[in-house]
């Protein structure tokens, strides 16, 4: 593991989307714990659309370097998570989900009616509504592996500059795959990317309703 632990404030306060990567091996040990953060994140009825491909070989990165606009980054970190949703995951993962829930407490009433309310709510959706669903659950996952992975002393790059259909042919995806983002994960090499700042508080948040100051 990377020796400087940061706490998640000093994690959140000094990450910056890493510009350039010196390209050094992660210990496995630590990819897993980025990755299990990914896992423990939550989602609507605890469905887990989430599904990675992680990138460690030179020759996959330098593909997947060319599936995304040729940015350098890609093939420099150490390595690369490709984050993608499975529309059709919900359809087999139901019963797993009940499972799992059972073994910790679910109760059984709610049990009873989850699989049908997951269908119903579901089984709509346009693609475009599938893929925001899995847009917001896989981002919230790959932000828990963000985070962890500044928090173990590593440096982050997110990114969504990439060719959906050529990241599918790269990674050879299942057709319901939807690449939601790229996380190359290492450590920084030369200059650190500018601080870009944040706007206000009173520019993007309100009190009660829109348009009132929080005081
Ligand atoms: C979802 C997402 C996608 C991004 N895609 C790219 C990208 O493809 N290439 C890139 O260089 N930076 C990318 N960025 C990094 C942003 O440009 C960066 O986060 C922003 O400028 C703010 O800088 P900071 O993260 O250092 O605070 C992305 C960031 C996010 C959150």
New binding site residues.
């Given amino acids: 593991m990377a020796d400087t632990r940061k706490t998640l404030a000093q994690a959140i306060a000094e ?3 890493t ?1 350039s990567f010196d390209g050094t091996p992660i210990p496995a040990e630590d990819l897993k714990q980025i990755l299990d953060a990914g896992l423990h994140a939550p989602s609507g009825y605890n469905m887990q659309p989430w599904r990675f491909v992680v990138v460690q070989s030179p020759e996959q990165r330098k593909r997947l370097r060319a599936a995304s606009y040729n ?1 350098a ?1 890609v093939e420099e970190a150490s390595a690369v998570i490709v984050a993608c949703g499975d529309a059709d995951g919900w359809r087999k993962d139901v019963d797993l989900m009940l499972q799992l829930g059972r073994e910790g407490g679910m109760p059984e009433s709610y049990a009873a009616q989850a699989s049908t309310s997951v269908s119903n709510f579901l089984s709509g959706f346009s693609r475009e509504q599938m893929h925001g669903w899995l847009n917001k659950h896989v ?1 919230i996952a790959l932000t828990h592996m963000m985070l962890m992975a500044e928090v173990m002393g590593y440096d982050t ?5 990439f060719e959906q259909d050529k990241v599918h042919e790269v990674l050879r995806l299942p057709m319901s795959y939807w690449v939601v ?1 790229l996380l190359g994960i290492g450590h920084l090499k030369g200059p650190d ?1 500018y ?2 700042g944040r706007f206000e508080i009173s520019h993007t948040v309100f009190s009660e309703e829109f348009g009132k100051p929080l005081k």
């Fill in positions: 990450r910056r989307a510009p940015q980054k981002m790059a997110p990114m969504e500059g983002a990317k601080n870009g």
